[in-house]
Structure formats: structure tokens, C-alpha cells
């Protein structure tokens, strides 16, 4: 089966000043597969997502989403190119002034010529997608932790992405709560056919979840495994 490559990291080299986070990276991420950045703590796998999402520009290499590149685009391309992406942060980043439904309308209201009922008619749709159609006026503070990443989510798909972007979605989340999420995931990946690349150290997630997996190493700075996570399971432990 022909895979259409959506993400290609080309010979990626990341610093902080004179340190050196990641070196010589190559990797490309196929359409409508979900991908998992894995390795421990302080290796890079969040300097990477930064990076991929442009929010970092490397010290060298190139990095494209499709033909565009995400260092190199400016201006109008640039927004164009970050509207085909959504990305959801570790802690869920929702804003605690506003109910959900108000954090799912934001990019609407900002991005969009939605009116007010279609924004928030569109806003209700993605958090029926995730499962919290009736607790769309609460406040972020009056929801559970896993609630919370389920409307960071909805939040994240308020656009249509043709990508979404996971920053360790299962942190802080009890077992049963985690599980719960992974599911959703699939959910989205299957239904939606969404690409998801997902950052995470959280193995049993990795295990379920995921259709390829790079391992990153903090002391080489590379990656030092790559394939389908069945298949590295001797590696990853």
C-alpha cells in the first residue's frame, strides 16, 4: 500500500545556545497514521514537537508539512500553513475565564467569518466529538483532569486540522482515565482520519495506540529506534 508522507523532518539539528538537544534527525510521518516521539525524560521529545509545530526554528535542517516548509514560510503562507495543524499542550492550556464551549469558539471567533451560532454550533459538534456534549458551560476548573485534555482536544480540532499534535496526553492521569483517553484517540484517527504525532513516555499507551514510533536518546541526541512500537518492545524497556 502507497503511504503519502504529510510531515518530513530532514536532517533536523536543534540547540539551546551551545548545548546541544538534537543532532542530524531524519524522519517523515504518514498520512492518517497515529505517531508516537518516545523517550525518557530531558531526551527531547518536547524540544522536537516545538519545533515541528515552528514555535522554534533549528539550527539546521528543514522541516515540511507537505511541500511548505515550517521554517523557511512567511506571511500569508505561513498562517495558511499553521491553520492544517492543531496542537493540544501537557497541561491543556484552556483558558479559566471561559467555559468550554467559550475555549472551543476562540479560534472560531479568531480565524474564522463564523457568526456567533455557528461558531458556537461548531464548538459543540467537536466536544460532542470527544464526549462532553453536556458539560460544554462548565468551567475548566469545575471538570476532571481528563476532561480537561478531552476539551484541549476539542480545542485543538476547532479548525479541521489535517493534523493534530499531542503533547504527552496521558500526564498526570490516572490508569483507567489514560486508557480512556488512548481510546479516544483511535476513535478520532479512525473516524476523522486525522494524522496524530504524540509526544509521550507512557508505555502501555505507546503499546495501544500507536502506528510507528521514533525513540529519541539524550546522550547521542539521535534517534536510536524507529519502526512499530510490537516490534521495539525489547528495545523500549
Do not use: W
Request: aromatic share 6%.
Amino acid at each position: 500500500m502507497n503511504q503519502e508522507t504529510i510531515i518530513t523532518v530532514d536532517n533536523m539539528t536543534a540547540r539551546y545556545g551551545e548545548r546541544l538537544v538534537l543532532d542530524d534527525l531524519s524522519f517523515t510521518v504518514n498520512r492518517g497514521e497515529i505517531f508516537v516521539i518516545l523517550g525518557g525524560s530531558g531526551c527531547g521529545k518536547s524540544t522536537m514537537l516545538k519545533h515541528m509545530i515552528g514555535l522554534y526554528k533549528p539550527y539546521s535542517g528543514d522541516i515540511r508539512i507537505g511541500d511548505a516548509s515550517v521554517v523557511t514560510t512567511e506571511g500569508a503562507d505561513r498562517d495558511a500553513l499553521i491553520r492544517r495543524f492543531g496542537v493540544m499542550y501537557q497541561s491543556g492550556a484552556l483558558f479559566g475565564s471561559m467555559t468550554l464551549l467559550e475555549n472551543i469558539c476562540l479560534p472560531l471567533e479568531e480565524f474564522t467569518d463564523l457568526g456567533k451560532e455557528a461558531r458556537e454550533l461548531v464548538a459543540r459538534m467537536k466536544l460532542s466529538l470527544v464526549g462532553l456534549a453536556d458539560v460544554a458551560n462548565l468551567m475548566p476548573s469545575e471538570i476532571s483532569g481528563g476532561m480537561k485534555k478531552r476539551a484541549a482536544i476539542a480545542r485543538a480540532m476547532a479548525l479541521d486540522p489535517e493534523i493534530l499534535f499531542l503533547d504527552e496526553p496521558s500526564a498526570g492521569l490516572d490508569p483507567i482515565t489514560a486508557d480512556e483517553l488512548d481510546e479516544l484517540i483511535i476513535q478520532l484517527s479512525r473516524t476523522l482520519k486525522i494524522t496524530f504525532v504524540i509526544v509521550t513516555h507512557e508505555l502501555p499507551s505507546i503499546y495501544k495506540i500507536a502506528d510507528r514510533i521514533i525513540m529519541l536518546d539524550g546522550r547521542t541526541k539521535k534517534i536510536i529506534a524507529e519502526g512499530h512500537p510490537a516490534e521495539l518492545r525489547e528495545t523500549a524497556e
